[in-house]
C-alpha cells in the first residue's frame, strides 16, 4: 500500500490511530498559521455579559486561549468542529451545540434575538453567519483572531497513493504542486472542501 500524503500536521493521537491502522503516511503541511487579533477590541468582546460565542474554527481558540480564562460567562456557546468545542472545553467552557459546517448554527442563531452574537474566526471564512445575522438584524460582532499562510511547495511531490486535504484553502495549496496528477485519489475534510476541489480539476 503506498502511503497517504496528509497536508497538515497531526496530533499524537491522530498519528497513532493511523500507526494503530497500520496506514502508511507521510505528513506534508501546506499552510502555516498566524496568531494576529486587535488585542484591545478582543478583551472588550470577551467582557460582554451574557453573549452568545460562535468559535468555527479550533484555531481561533487558541489565538485567544490567553484571554478566556478572564472572559465574562457566555450564555451560550456554539462551534464548528470538535476540536473547537474539545479546545474549549480544556479552558472550562461547554459547548451547547457543535455543528459539521457554518450552516449547522444557523437555527441555533435565530433563537438568539436578544442576545449578544460574538463571531471569533479567521481571516479566510464563509459569509454564512454574518450573512445570517445581518439579513435577520441580530445583535452581532466579530473578531479575526488569525490567519493562514501558504507554504511554499515541494521541490518533488512524494511518491504516494492518495493526499488528504482539509479546507478549500489547502486544496488551493496543493493544486498548485508541480507535477500533481488530477486522478490521484484525493480525501477531504468535508462538501465544502469537496466542491472546491471538483473545481480545481480534482477526483473526491
Known amino acids: 500500500m503506498k502511503k497517504c500524503l496528509i497536508t497538515k500536521q497531526l496530533s499524537s493521537e491522530q498519528r497513532d490511530s493511523l500507526l494503530r491502522s497500520n496506514i502508511p503516511f507521510e505528513c506534508l503541511p501546506v499552510l502555516d498559521f498566524r496568531v494576529d487579533f486587535d488585542a484591545a477590541k478582543a478583551v472588550k468582546l470577551l467582557a460582554t455579559p451574557d453573549a452568545v460565542w460562535v468559535f468555527t474554527s479550533v484555531r481561533a481558540v487558541q489565538a485567544l486561549s490567553?484571554?478566556?480564562?478572564?472572559?465574562?460567562?457566555?450564555?451560550?456557546?456554539?462551534?464548528?468542529?470538535?476540536?473547537?468545542?474539545?479546545?474549549?472545553?480544556?479552558?472550562?467552557?461547554?459547548?451547547?451545540?457543535?455543528?459539521?459546517?457554518?450552516e449547522d448554527l444557523l437555527p441555533e442563531l435565530a433563537q438568539q434575538r436578544h442576545r449578544p452574537i460574538l463571531y471569533f474566526r479567521g481571516r479566510h471564512y464563509r459569509s454564512s453567519i454574518p450573512d445570517f445575522c445581518e439579513a435577520n438584524e441580530l445583535d452581532f460582532q466579530t473578531l479575526e483572531c488569525y490567519h493562514s499562510i501558504k507554504l511554499p511547495p515541494p521541490d518533488s511531490l512524494p511518491d504516494c497513493?492518495?493526499?488528504?486535504?482539509?479546507?478549500?484553502?489547502?486544496?488551493q495549496a496543493v493544486s498548485a504542486w508541480e507535477g500533481v496528477s488530477r486522478d490521484l485519489p484525493i480525501y477531504s475534510i468535508g462538501a465544502v472542501t469537496d466542491a472546491h476541489?471538483?473545481?480545481?480539476?480534482f477526483k473526491t
Request: hydrophobic share 50%.
Open 66 to 102: 490567553a484571554l478566556l480564562p478572564q472572559a465574562a460567562t457566555p450564555s451560550l456557546v456554539l462551534t464548528v468542529g470538535k476540536n473547537a468545542a474539545e479546545a474549549l472545553a480544556s479552558l472550562g467552557f461547554k459547548t451547547a451545540f457543535c455543528g459539521q459546517v457554518s
Open 161 to 171: 497513493g492518495s493526499i488528504w486535504v482539509f479546507s478549500p484553502l489547502s486544496a
Open 197 to 201: 476541489l471538483e473545481k480545481l480539476g
